[in-house]
């Protein structure tokens, strides 16, 4: 059973600072691409941070130099830093693990920045 479960989500001031993890069991992590989406209301989900089996990474250009995604293999663990957080980073977070054609996704975690 293929298991991606999320902690660290909650509400924050903006220009605040939180960090999400996602926990993986039921898959070789190392093998796996791991990334965060989200999705805010009224919007489409989208990919916010990725990174690949190998350690490459790609951003959104509206996170760029504000998030960074990082991952543990030997705790199957993949992180988000987000820093200087804006009303606009709003959204469900959803932790994603990619090896074709496997596609698995977390439950989503609420990330809130008020203003």
């Known amino acids: 059973q293929v298991q991606l479960v999320e902690s660290g989500g909650g509400l924050v001031q903006p220009g605040g600072s939180l960090r999400l993890s996602c926990a993986a069991s039921?898959?070789?992590?190392?093998?796996?691409?791991m990334a965060w989406y989200r999705q805010a209301p009224g919007k489409q989900r989208e990919l916010v941070a990725r990174?690949?089996?190998?350690?490459?990474?790609n951003y959104a250009d509206s996170v760029k130099g504000r998030f960074t995604i990082s991952r543990d293999n030997a705790k199957n663990t993949v992180y988000l830093q987000m820093n200087s957080l804006k009303p606009e980073d709003t959204a469900v977070y959803y932790c994603?693990?990619?090896?074709?054609?496997?596609?698995?996704w977390g439950q989503g975690t609420q990330v809130t920045v008020s203003s």
């Open positions: 994603n693990a990619h090896w074709r054609p496997n596609n698995y």
């Open positions: 990174m690949t089996s190998d350690g490459n990474t």
């Open positions: 039921g898959i070789i992590f190392k093998i796996y691409a």
